[in-house]
């Protein structure tokens, strides 16, 4: 649940870029944080690991109105993509409240991005949180690969692959032209407040 500051009356909710390794997740951020600078409210910050790497910065969403009188500031972060740094993962999906799922168009990616839904999944329920209850928008980038040459997923497969039973919302973007960057952003702070104000009104 989403941490709520009565004295200065903002409710700090947290959304999660996950997803293979080398998918976008960081250029995700990078854009959002260069496009959207004056609804950043903090520098960005990142943690290196060997090879990878995570970010996080807060972000004042202006447009989207408030939960019962709260104004709202969202924490985004992304993960580190590879295997190895699982314990940070799931560290970083602590207190989550909403998750964007970066997926790789690369034809050769196919079983990372399986593998890595897969991962979110199993690391959510250490939290005691269900995957198919969650916010959750899957973004499919890098769909820029096949200007240049490079054989890319279809739709219908990566939605077979991913999609098919969670039947969530879903976005084609290129984050390194920016391409449904900002939208995919926009549906997951709508979704995501939604569903902080309907467990606010449940307690």
Do not use: H
Not at 126 to 141: A, S
Not at 158 to 167: Q, S
Not at 168 to 187: C, I, Q, R
């Amino acid at each position: 649940m989403a941490f709520i500051n009565l004295k200065d009356k903002v409710i700090q909710a947290k959304i999660v870029y996950y997803g293979p390794g080398r998918c976008g997740k960081t250029t995700n951020l990078e854009y959002i944080y260069e496009k959207c600078r004056m609804q950043v409210n903090s520098e960005m910050v990142t943690v290196k690991t060997q090879g990878d790497r995570t970010l996080f910065f807060d972000f004042f969403p202006f447009d989207m109105g408030k939960i019962g009188g709260y104004d709202v500031k969202i924490q985004l972060y992304t993960v580190p993509g590879q295997v190895k740094y699982n314990s940070t993962r799931r560290l970083v999906l602590k207190g989550v409240d909403g998750v964007v799922f970066v997926a790789d168009s690369a034809v050769e990616r196919r079983n990372k991005n399986v593998l890595s839904l897969r991962n979110l999944e199993e690391n959510l329920t250490l939290y005691n949180k269900n995957i198919r209850e969650i916010p959750l928008v899957i973004q499919y980038n890098k769909r820029d690969l096949a200007k240049q040459g490079i054989e890319i997923l279809d739709i219908e497969t990566l939605e077979a692959d991913l999609n098919t039973e969670l039947k969530v919302p879903w976005f084609e973007a290129s984050a390194v032209e920016g391409d449904n960057v900002v939208v995919t952003l926009k549906k997951i702070i709508y979704d995501t407040m939604a569903s902080l104000e309907k467990q606010l009104k449940q307690e």
